[in-house]
């Protein structure tokens, strides 16, 4: 019996002991993201892209994917430069290049 008080078939069971648990969000190759990813040019995790912010020229390291937008950190120079206070920043895939 599950927590809702529902009996649960042998069947239904096995069936979720079966299914490998994860935790968290993960891109697996069925994802309609990873997919879309793999389409595009997009940058993963580790990988290093340039881009414009405040007419100033920034290279980053991507730290996380999303699917409209990546995650970069960026030197502490190049963040006083462009005027931010932290050396975190969002990028659409629209507005960045690999390097």
């Known amino acids: 019996m599950n927590l809702l008080g529902i009996l649960e078939t042998p069947e239904l ?5 079966s299914k490998p648990r994860t935790a968290g969000r993960r891109f ?9 990813k ?8 580790g990988e290093k892209i340039l881009f414009s912010r405040k007419s100033h020229m920034v290279k980053g390291i991507v730290i996380a994917y999303r699917e409209h937008s990546v995650i970069v950190e960026i030197s502490q120079a190049d963040s006083k430069r462009i005027n931010i206070k932290n050396t975190i920043t969002v990028v659409n895939h ?6």
């Open 13 to 17: 069971v096995e069936e979720k002991q």
């Open 28 to 36: 697996s190759e069925d994802s309609t993201i990873f997919k879309k």
């Open 38 to 45: 793999l389409k595009k040019s997009h940058a993963f995790i």
């Open 94 to 99: 629209k507005n960045y290049e690999l390097i």
